[in-house]
């Protein structure tokens, strides 16, 4: 009798197993339509990876392509005259927008785990149409500054985009799908700054085909503003085709938790439960999740290092020689990043995933921060060169360690909290960015006051920080700093 009655429990377990397997499996959930795509076409989804890095680029553009002209901008609303001047007051333009971005990213990766990637996405992109418009029409300093930081707080894609990447692609491709944010980071260094270059002040550019007394002659920065804003709004468009992947099982009836339950109140034990992921899930605190936050402080230190740096291009590199600046007019600086941003599109997309495969994540950061610092120590005497060619190396080692740091903080974390986790990770990178371009901008203009000092003279001093900052960020690398997912704990 007793061996009949252990038969009929396994015969129990048997009927109920399969019930337990189609809760991860079910028809009609997004996120399980996403998992049997995974397991039906191994190879790299490059049609979704597409659909994801040209949506990245959404966000990527209304940064980039105000560098070109910011000097002028800042000049032109009537704030600033001298180059000290301009330094400060560019600086808090550039970092609006960070700080919109700070103060909402983690909320929009919370909206992202409960109702899906796709909602937050679509109202991201339709926000930077509006405002990034409006930046545009700016003619006085403060709506400048108040339509950048609109177009931060609103747009609030990053976050769920990445926890997106990481659902659409097996593990292997995984390198290859994050890679997308720096390589739309890298196109947008190309497109965006060209936009900014050669399309503001048109009616100064172009007077035979706009006019002085025209729209873009009364409002100088709105035609690439509103090329800007067009392209956002086709992205818009085909982000109706967007297939969610976010797992939702709320739509089966709780006949089919009855079932399941009653088939094993009869005979499990509690860790027989646990033994069969029928246990009820609990969320560590992301907080309390040192791999995860160790890797958003190295994010966050290389991104500080990287948008400060930015910043003090856009200015170094229009100011004038006598300053220790190389004169650069819009479009020169635009050439320059335009084809920074190819170099690292290129590296990013054929040489960075087989180097991570070889060296993992940590080592490959490693290597990159110490040819930034490397790379940095050589920027003071291109005054006398035609062009900053080391742009291209310091953009290629940046975009590899946040890249890296992309790979860490998502294998830190389940499914149910990646987009949130994204989300804090943006939220904490965009205070450092915001704080970078004013810091940067302070800096910079302080510099200019000391062009005969004894120690680090004029610009020199700008890059020497910049120095001390990526070497943080090497440091952090190492352990106890930085402690790392088990997969890569070999690092």
């Not at 040489?351 to 070889?358: F, L, S, T």
């Not at 921060?369 to 310091?394: D, E």
């Not at 990526?470 to 952090?476: K, N, T």
């Amino acid at each position: 009798m007793a061996g009949s009655s252990e038969i009929d429990i396994e015969e129990e377990v048997a009927a109920a197993a399969p019930l337990l397997e189609k809760t991860t499996n079910l028809e009609g959930c997004p996120g399980c339509a996403a998992e049997r795509r995974k397991a039906e076409n191994p190879g790299i989804p490059y049609l979704q990876f597409f659909h994801i890095w040209i949506i990245i680029l959404v966000s990527c553009l209304p940064i980039s392509f105000i560098y070109p002209f910011l000097y002028f901008m800042i000049r032109d609303v009537h704030v600033a005259k001298t180059i000290e001047d301009i330094g400060f007051y560019g600086g808090f333009v550039g970092a609006s927008y960070m700080v919109g971005r700070a103060l909402t990213s983690t909320v929009w990766g919370m909206v992202a785990d409960r109702i899906g990637r796709k909602p937050v996405i679509v109202f991201g992109i339709f926000f930077t149409v509006v405002f990034n418009t409006l930046f545009g029409l700016s003619k006085h300093y403060w709506m400048a500054i108040t339509t950048r930081f609109l177009v931060g707080s609103l747009n609030g894609l990053l976050g769920p985009i990445r926890a997106y990447t990481m659902e659409v692609c097996r593990p292997e491709h995984q390198a290859i799908g994050l890679s997308l944010d720096s390589t739309s980071w890298a196109i947008g260094l190309i497109i965006g700054p060209v936009i900014g270059g050669y399309l503001a002040q048109p009616a100064e550019k172009y007077p035979k085909l706009f006019p002085g007394n025209s729209l873009f002659g009364r409002f100088p920065y709105l035609l690439p503003s509103l090329c800007i804003s067009v392209f956002c709004f086709i992205i818009l468009i085909s982000c109706m085709w967007l297939p969610e992947t976010l797992h939702d099982h709320r739509v089966h009836t709780k006949e089919k938790d009855q079932a399941i339950g009653s088939a094993f109140a009869h005979f499990a034990k509690p860790e027989e439960l646990v033994e069969q992921h029928i246990s009820p899930i609990t969320n560590k605190s992301l907080f309390k999740n040192w791999p995860l936050m160790s890797s958003i402080i190295l994010y966050c230190i290389i991104c500080f290092d990287d948008m400060a740096y930015t910043e003090i291009f856009s200015l170094w590199s229009e100011s004038d020689r006598k300053y220790g600046g190389l004169s650069f007019s819009p479009e020169d600086v635009g050439q320059v990043l335009a084809i920074s941003g190819a170099s690292v599109m290129f590296y990013q997309t054929f040489i960075y995933p087989n180097i991570e495969k070889i060296l993992g994540p940590i080592t490959t950061s490693r290597v990159a921060a110490v040819l930034s610092m490397v790379s940095l120590f050589t920027y003071p005497p291109m005054t006398h060169l035609p062009r900053p060619w080391l742009q291209i190396v310091l953009n290629i080692v940046s975009v590899t360690i946040v890249t890296c740091t992309y790979i860490l903080q998502n294998n830190s974390v389940t499914q149910d909290q990646r987009a949130t986790a994204n989300g804090l990770a943006t939220t904490l990178m965009s205070f450092f960015k915001a704080f970078a371009p004013v810091g940067a901008g302070i800096v910079f203009s302080w510099a200019q006051k000391r062009q005969h000092a004894f120690f680090f003279p004029g610009d020199q001093m700008v890059f020497f920080l910049l120095l001390i900052v990526e070497f943080l960020g090497l440091v952090w690398t190492f352990k106890p700093f930085l402690a790392t997912p088990e997969q890569f704990s070999s690092n």
